[in-house]
């Protein structure tokens, strides 16, 4: 137990508000069964990510877009089974989410089949009538803005997003309205690490960067990159396993580093 969580324990999403508040770095990762979530649980981190990487992990796609709302529920349903602390946060896969009814009635699916705590939807201020909707009918919602996974066909290719003044000033936009439309939390993937302080500075609700720099109010890692199982990983991923010896070590080594500000060094931030 701490000071952020229940007294039975239980990370929600109260908890992550006060370890914003604190400046308490919030550590998370994806696991996609209840092997791993039990592993990332007993390390103690703070929330787990059923992402629609498993698209990509798991199922070996090149891409996150074939990935549905049953496969979502099939793997978040395995990693809640592993889970007594963290809070579970799941992803909505792409086109689940089109319009704020259908992603009302996905998100209840993913929330009342699966034992979602928190829905994570990727877009920018178009999505704020839908987090809007979600938070109304109180499901909690992290909007994932910068490098949106499901929009790589639009934005060809993996890179880095709001390197420019223009798109670094909308991205600030978006992310502030989607606080405003009710955001608990929001996440930014490979945006330059001054974009992501600014944004992390100007937003009540936490930020969680991956690949976008130290000075967000938490950061997450997909599983597979922590342990050397990703082919080619991505710059700012590191391989804690080659340095601890065990995934239980290497999940370890993880919080740790994320909670004394370690990780990501100079070496995994990218701008
Ligand atoms: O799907 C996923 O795993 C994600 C992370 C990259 C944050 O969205």
Partial sequence: MSVYTTPSGEVTVSSLQAMKRAGQPIAAMTAYDASFARVLDDAGMDFVLVGDSL???????????????????YHARTVRRGLQRALLMVDMPFMSFATPEEALANAGRLMKEAGA?????????????TVHRL??????????????PQSVHKI??????????????????????LEAAGADVVLLECVPAELAREIAHNLNVPVIG???????DGQILVLYDAIGLTPKPPRFAHDFLADTGTIRGAVEAYI?????????GVEQTVA
């Fill in 256 to 264: 740790e580093a994320v909670r004394e500000r370690r990780f990501p």
């Fill in 210 to 216: 991956i690949g976008s720099g130290p000075d967000c």
């Fill in 135 to 148: 938070n109304e009918s109180g499901i909690p919602v992290c909007a994932h803005l910068g490098l949106k």
């Fill in 55 to 73: 698209g990509m992990v798991i199922q070996g796609q090149s891409t996150t877009l074939p990935v549905t709302v049953d496969d979502m529920i």
């Fill in 117 to 129: 705590q928190m829905v994570k939807l990727e877009g920018g201020s178009a999505q704020a009538a």
């Fill in 156 to 177: 060809g290719g993996y890179r880095i997003q709001g390197r420019d003044e223009a798109s670094a000033r909308a991205m600030l936009e978006d992310a502030l309205a």
